[in-house]
């Protein structure tokens, strides 16, 4: 490495970034570099053309993940990660998977289901954070991150599993409610258990069968449309293994 004694250096397009004092240049100042500095040690980065003499680094280092973990707390999923340095970072996006322990497929469908968007470039530890709270589908959940340059580039991070089984069974209120045509129903399982959910009228006349399957534990959701349904008050029932729980619901045209 060639230590610069004495060096100018003129900017014609773009920016000169001294990061450890986060002075910026703009494009066309001429500034001196002396007294022993070094472009790689120092921390000096030019980003574009320059005239002068001496040896550059071969460049800044990409984006550089140390840590990528989960921790699940109260039927959430925390997602924490960290870099050491960024070069042109736009930002990440964030996958979820669904494992099912019955697939013999080995690798589950990836969706996106989040972005955090990047620090640009940067010399210094950073910290990232997201948390999935909908963990629809089933228990057990796998997670990646696609971290993306600012040219479009992108390279996908390690892949992180986790566990989520509810502690008990549960039908929760729909949403919304009042409805106008469809809405939501959640329920969750303990463990794999056969599923029946279906929606009756005021008298007790059955008028729709939404679930009747057996399902692995974890949280579900079902839409209920009632589009040639008329107006009023209906009953929404779950009958599962050891459990059954009883819901009203307004549908209002």
């Not at 080995?106 to 969706?111: I, P, V």
Request: charged share 20%.
């Amino acid at each position: 490495m060639i230590k610069l004694k004495y060096l100018w250096i003129f900017i014609f397009a773009c920016q000169f970034v001294f990061a450890q004092s986060s002075v910026v240049y703009e494009a066309g100042t001429i500034i001196e570099v002396q007294g022993g500095a070094d472009f790689c040690t120092d921390n000096v980065t030019i980003q574009g053309t320059y005239s002068g003499t001496g040896t550059l680094c071969n460049g800044p280092l990409p984006v550089e993940l140390t840590l990528f973990t989960a921790e699940v707390k109260e039927n959430k999923v925390n997602l924490y990660w960290k870099t050491e340095t960024e070069v042109g970072n736009f930002g990440f996006e964030i996958e979820r998977a669904l494992i099912n322990p019955k697939s013999t497929i080995q690798n589950s469908q990836f969706r996106k289901i989040g972005f955090i968007g990047g620090h640009g470039n940067s010399n210094s530890p950073i910290e990232y954070s997201f948390t999935d709270d909908k963990l629809f589908g089933g228990s057990n959940f796998k997670y990646r991150l696609k971290q993306i340059d600012n040219d479009g580039q992108f390279e996908y991070s390690d892949i992180v599993e986790v566990g989520v089984v509810p502690d008990e069974f549960a039908l929760f209120q729909n949403y919304p409610n009042p409805f106008n045509p469809t809405t939501t129903i959640r329920y969750q399982l303990p463990k794999e258990s056969k599923v029946n959910i279906k929606i009756y009228d005021i008298l007790g006349e059955q008028v729709m069968e939404l679930v009747n399957e057996t399902k692995q534990a974890g949280v579900y959701e079902v839409e209920f449309n009632a589009q040639n349904l008329p107006s009023g008050t209906y009953i929404y029932r779950i009958i599962t293994e050891g459990f059954t729980e009883t819901k009203k619901l307004l549908l209002l045209k």
